[in-house]
């Protein structure tokens, strides 16, 4: 089933348009850039509201509460401050994150797969056509490129109505780039359990920088844990690595904002929950409430056996966070020596973004922790007498599919 929202209308031209345009016209028209990137971050956020909230179609982690709005604009404002971004870039970046998640398309699994996953339309440009796990990018017609055409489309909107070239070309191709670069590219691995860590071609350049790498991946070694899901952003990572060209500061703040909670968070739990509500955003039948109460209560035979397949998957979730930190902290190595090599990270401002983004260590390993615990759990209640029931209402609760 592919669902497909309203927000498209910037691209087909159609059935929110006129309805967008009245709004507009009703508000008072900006004078200056200021006024005008702060209308566009509220209309922005008003969207995302709107597509992914009870009006729209509800998402866990997409939405303005868990993601574009205070988690991605507090990050986006410590790393413009680190970075010393002028006000004026400073409102580019919020721009972008506002609208960066506005069209969120996807194909929804069977409903009677209760882990059955749904499989987003990425893509941000022409060139978006690697594939992952087998199925091709949307490229210049994914979600990325869709939420970016509808800001520049309201940039234009207002130079427009005002007669006034409010957002330069600069404006525009900054913000476009920025959202650009939110496009994941992913990899699970030929097994569809991960990457091995040791496998990236810069490992040992970036093992050398920095300790911590090699400490962290012989930690997670000990633990049975040798890869994981590798997620990069092309459009941030390519220029700098494959090309040695400098990108807009405005460009990394955004990138790292929307893919940095692995190191950005300031305590565990804050990565955990990030990663809990995408699970809960992914596992799309699993999340509804009907399935839940079955899955509690139901003693029918599908109901066992989707408690089992339940179970199973959502421990699984929860075991691939760590891996998952493990290839975010190796991309924020690579990115860091890029940006030296380059020019564009003093030692000074090295320093400041390790320290405000470089918390991987402390995060993979309350990761590892956290399974720890589950497992053991896992194994208890399995043992007892009804402890499938158990065993799933335990996990749900650990990810706050149950509260």
């Not at 990050?75 to 680190?82: L, N, P, T, V």
């Not at 509808?150 to 007669?163: H, Q």
């Not at 596992?283 to 397949?309: A, F, T, V």
């Not at 405000?356 to 208890?380: F, M, S, T, W």
Request: glycine share 8%; proline share 4%; aromatic share 6%.
């Amino acid at each position: 089933m592919n669902v497909h929202d309203s927000y498209t209308y910037m691209r087909e031209g159609l059935p929110h348009q006129e309805e967008q345009e009245t709004n507009f016209e009703k508000k008072k028209l900006p004078e200056n850039f200021e006024q005008a990137a702060d209308m566009l971050v509220q209309e922005g956020n008003a969207l995302m509201a709107r597509n992914h909230g009870p009006e729209g179609d509800q998402k866990v982690y997409h939405t303005l509460e868990n993601h574009s709005g205070a988690p991605m604009q507090g990050r986006a404002k410590e790393i413009g401050d680190m970075l010393g971004l002028t006000p004026r870039q400073q409102k580019v970046v919020a721009m972008a994150i506002s609208w960066h998640d506005t069209a969120i398309e996807y194909d929804a699994p069977k409903e009677d797969n209760i882990v059955g996953m749904i499989s987003r339309h990425r893509g941000a440009r022409d060139t978006d056509r690697e594939t992952s796990q087998g199925k091709p990018s949307m490229g210049s017609k994914g979600n990325e490129a869709v939420s970016a055409e509808m800001m520049l489309e309201a940039m234009k909107r207002i130079n427009n109505d005002t007669n006034q070239t409010i957002f330069t070309q600069e404006d525009m191709d900054i913000g476009k780039w920025a959202i650009d670069a939110t496009f994941p590219k992913s990899d699970f691995g030929p097994d569809f359990k991960g990457v091995e860590f040791v496998s990236d071609p810069s490992y040992e350049e970036i093992a050398a920088r920095n300790p911590a790498v090699v400490r962290t991946v012989a930690y997670l070694q000990e633990h049975g844990i040798t890869k994981g899901p590798h997620f990069s952003q092309p459009h941030l990572e390519d220029p700098l690595l494959e090309e040695g060209r400098e990108i807009p500061m405005e460009v990394f703040t955004v990138a790292f904002s929307d893919l940095g909670a692995a190191g950005s968070a300031k305590v565990p739990e804050e990565f955990f929950t990030e990663g809990d509500n995408e699970g809960k955003e992914t596992y799309h039948n699993l999340r509804k409430s009907e399935n839940i109460k079955r899955l509690l209560d139901g003693n029918e035979p599908k109901d066992i056996e989707d408690r089992g397949k339940a179970s199973q998957a959502l421990l699984g979730w929860l075991g691939s966070q760590a891996g998952f930190a493990m290839w975010q902290m190796i991309r924020f190595e690579k990115v860091m020596n890029a940006m030296v090599k380059n020019g564009q990270m003093t030692p000074e401002r090295e320093q400041a973004a390790r320290e405000l983004l470089g918390r991987h260590e402390i995060n993979i390993k309350a990761c590892v922790d956290r399974v720890a615990r589950a497992k053991a759990e896992y194994d208890q209640k399995l043992s007892e007498s009804g402890g499938d029931k158990a065993v799933f209402a335990s996990i749900a609760k650990e990810m706050n599919f149950v509260s």
